[in-house]
């Protein structure tokens, strides 16, 4: 139970900074939205993109 609340604690950062990040731009702070985009981006690529390709993977086998 501990890891699920973790996991939907950190899911609702991310969109929460990236719904910020998309405010950021519509109200002309083109500079800090794309800061903020960016450092999700760079986040994303080096954390959680190996976990999301390991998770696909294992629920391709489980369904075979």
């Given amino acids: 139970m501990g890891k699920t609340i973790f996991a939907l604690f950190h ?12 405010v950021l731009l519509v109200q002309g702070q083109t500079n800090r939205g794309f800061t903020l985009l960016g450092i999700l981006g760079l986040y994303y690529a080096l954390v ?12 391709r086998r489980s369904k075979k």
Wanted: charged share 20%; hydrophobic share 60%.
């Fill in 11 to 22: 899911l609702a950062l991310i969109f929460g900074l990236l719904a910020y990040g998309i």
């Fill in 48 to 59: 959680l993109h190996k976990a999301v390709l390991a998770e696909i993977e294992r629920k």
